[in-house]
């Protein structure tokens, strides 16, 4: 059974920082296209960051500067690293995978298998 599990949302203050990580059971991380989405209460999911299987990486504008996705096949697992957290950063984060494509995408429609999410709220 293939299957993706977020962990490590939480309760950050304000310019604070967390580490959420995605880890995949049935299947191999490193032959997937992996990319971050999050949804916030009322709002449509949006793309967060992406990371190919070469390692090439992408994110929102919005995030730009303060989040930063990366691999370590090893523990078959990708992270998000988010630092300067705002509020506006509130919302249920899921990771996603695809099969390799010729370019990078934060379109939820062209990833196929999703974990169940993981809430992270900032917040004073």
């Known amino acids: 059974q293939t299957q993706l599990v977020e962990s490590g949302g939480g309760l950050v203050q304000p310019g604070g920082s967390l580490r959420v990580s995605c880890t995949a059971s049935?299947?191999?991380?490193?032959?997937?296209?992996i990319a971050w989405f999050r949804q916030a209460p009322g709002k449509e999911r949006e793309g967060v960051s992406c990371?190919?299987?070469?390692?090439?990486?992408a994110c929102a504008d919005s995030v730009k500067g303060r989040f930063t996705i990366s691999r370590d096949n090893a523990k078959n697992t990708v992270y998000l690293q988010m630092n300067s957290l705002k509020p506006e950063d509130t919302a249920v984060y899921y990771c996603?995978?695809?099969?390799?494509?010729?370019?990078?995408?934060?379109?939820?429609?062209?990833?196929?298998?999703w974990g169940q999410g993981t809430q992270v709220t900032v917040s004073s």
């Open positions: 990371i190919s299987t070469s390692g090439r990486t």
């Open positions: 996603a995978a695809r099969r390799p494509g010729w370019y990078l995408s934060l379109s939820p429609p062209d990833y196929g298998s």
């Open positions: 049935g299947f191999t991380l490193d032959s997937y296209d």
